[in-house]
């Protein structure tokens, strides 16, 4: 019997890479991180847009408040010099980007008042503010003197959103790698050191190594997965060691028992291998001339068939039928037809006596060869050598219309894979070659 265990040195290589599950669990996870970090940096630099915005129309609306009555006073007193004190102020104002104040004068046009931090305007969303600024001359009066418009500094929102979104960005992957490491240590602690612990438990398994069992070494006193895979793992352990036992004691049965036997099984087998071979050469030749009957013939036609086919070599087909044979009983008798098929049996063995060539007789006076590897014009020439066989015997057949001694016709056909697809095609064309021998005159050779 075959040993039902296998080192780890006698299995067949590892057909892919070796991909541990913990590496790839963490690959998963900062996939996940990776797409949970990008939609959390967009939905929190969004927040932190919309904070900035708020934050900047915040401060834009403390110096409003700031300037607004001031600009109005210095509009109505017409003083220019605190006037441009406290535009230039407001424009100095760090949220600020750009301060335009419209200056009205009754009879006369607006003066325009434009301060901007850029020469070059600045292009983006940015928070604008606009006020009318209302002087105050007396109590209970009071007159519009002009308009303000405050624009935010777009660079510096940016400059605030991008500091804001590193922050976050930077935050996000730290959680991610730590959550990406927490994950593989405690998957690494947690389950792949048991399953290699189990890996290489049963690597080392053999039949005398099947009464130790399988010890995780886990301070876990509750059941899981691995507490499972343990107890299946030893309850297959003290199975398979029952069985293999069970086994042992059923071999050691057998031996004796087949010890007794031996010489018994032996004589029968013999007698029976004779029988055999016996029955199997009555089976496969011809009773009377011993060559092959139609039988034996019939199985190995076709296999010389597909095999010329397969590699493409000729094959040769000789139908024989002695001549005039009915009228040599009637002359000789039976007794001494059945001697002259034995002749010519004897006359076939000699001329195709080669390894490959098979000689059968078919019909009562019928036989038929067959040539491997032998062209037409080959078996043609054997045909003739058979007829110049038989000749040289001078086998007398006084009732024979074209000799004094017995002489065969025979039919030649070669195979033609054009136009032949199963033996019995060239079995035929040899056939009809025959007839053609006889119809020509007998004792002779048709192709």
């Known amino acids: 019997m075959g040993d039902p265990f296998r080192t780890t040195s006698s299995l067949p290589p590892a057909t892919k890479a ?24 967009t939905w929190r630099t969004w927040q932190a847009w919309e904070n900035n915005l708020a934050d900047m129309n915040s401060e834009l609306a403390l110096i409003d408040q700031v300037f607004q009555n001031t600009l109005a006073y210095a509009i109505w007193e017409l003083d220019r010099e605190s006037l441009d004190q406290q535009i230039t102020s407001v424009a100095a104002a760090a949220p600020v980007g750009r301060v335009v104040l419209n200056i009205l004068r009754p009879g006369q046009a607006p003066e325009v008042i434009e301060l901007k931090r850029y020469t070059v305007d600045q292009s983006g969303v940015v928070p604008v503010l606009h006020r009318q600024l209302i002087a105050h001359p007396y109590a209970g009066a009071h007159e519009k003197v002009g308009e303000l418009t405050i624009e935010g500094d777009n660079n510096l929102l940016w400059e605030r959103l991008w500091s804001e979104a590193r922050g976050i960005v930077i935050t996000q992957l730290i959680q991610s790698l730590l959550l990406a490491g927490l994950v593989m240590t405690m998957f690494n602690r947690l389950v ?3 399953v290699v612990h189990i890996a290489r438990h049963l690597g080392e398994l053999a039949p005398h190594t099947l009464k130790h069992h399988l010890k995780l070494q886990r301070a876990v006193q509750r059941q899981d997965e691995l507490s499972l895979l343990e107890f299946q ?14 086994q042992h004691s059923d071999e050691l049965a057998l031996a004796a028992s087949r010890d007794q036997m031996a ?36 199985e190995l036609k076709e296999i010389e068939f597909r095999r010329a086919i397969r590699h493409n070599t000729p094959l040769a087909v000789l139908m024989c039928d002695v001549d005039f044979f009915k009228i040599y009983n009637d002359t000789y008798g039976h007794m001494q037809g059945d001697l002259c098929l034995k002749e010519i049996a004897e006359t076939l063995r000699t001329v195709f006596g080669r390894s490959g060539e098979l000689t059968a007789r078919v019909g009562g006076e019928e036989f038929v060869v067959v040539l491997p590897n032998v062209d037409a014009a080959q078996a043609c020439e054997a045909a003739q050598r058979l007829r110049a066989s038989l000749a040289e015997r001078e086998l007398p057949h006084s009732g024979s219309k074209v000799s004094p001694f017995v002489t065969v016709s025979i039919g030649v056909a070669e195979l033609d894979t054009q136009t032949m697809d199963h033996f019995d ?6 056939d009809q070659a025959l007839y053609r021998a006889k119809h020509q005159g007998r004792d002779r050779v048709a192709l």
């Open 18 to 41: 070796f991909s541990s599950l913990g590496r790839r669990l963490v690959l998963a996870t900062l996939l996940f991180c990776l797409v949970f970090t990008l939609a959390m940096v």
């Open 192 to 194: 792949t050191v048991h």
């Open 233 to 246: 793992v030893n309850e297959l352990q003290d199975n398979l060691r029952a069985h293999l036992e069970r």
């Open 263 to 298: 010489e018994l099984v032996e004589a029968r087998t013999a007698e029976l291998k004779a029988a055999n071979q016996s029955l199997e050469a009555l089976s496969r030749h011809d009773a009377l001339t011993g060559l092959a009957n139609r039988r034996y013939f019939d």
């Open 425 to 430: 095609q060239l079995l035929q064309r040899a």
